[in-house]
């Protein structure tokens, strides 16, 4: 890999995490205030709710979502890295190799759904 791909690399590695600590940040102080007992309650179309919910929201697509949200990045990163440097392409092949069995595990997990379900 050439000085300038680990010097990009590095660069969008740092920008990412420099935007991601800002957006943290910024949550932080647009959410914080004073305690109210209505932020904890539900509501339904920006209205206090009348009786019981119709249905729960199924949580079986819970588990498949995280895996994809995790696994497409990486992906997309190795991608990325094997694009710029064919020097990289074969460490890109045996970290996706790598990934198989913690990616296989996740989606036998994923299957349980009384993993995912809400505990009361």
Do not use: C
């Not at 460490?91 to 299957?111: E, F, K, N, Q, T």
């Amino acid at each position: 890999m050439t000085a300038d791909a680990v010097v990009a690399l590095s660069i969008a590695f740092g920008l990412t995490l420099v935007t991601l600590l800002a957006v943290m940040w910024l949550a932080r102080v647009a959410l914080s205030g004073p305690e109210h007992p209505l932020k904890k309650v539900r509501y339904e179309a920006g209205n206090p709710p009348r009786g019981p919910a119709r249905s729960a929201l199924p949580p079986q697509y819970y588990g498949y979502a995280l895996v994809f949200l995790v696994v497409d990045a990486v992906y997309a990163l190795l991608f990325l890295l094997a694009f710029v440097s064919r020097l990289a392409l074969p460490w890109v092949v045996v970290a996706s190799i790598l990934m198989l069995p913690p990616l296989l595990y996740a989606l036998r997990y994923a299957r349980r759904l009384d993993e995912w379900l809400e505990r009361r």
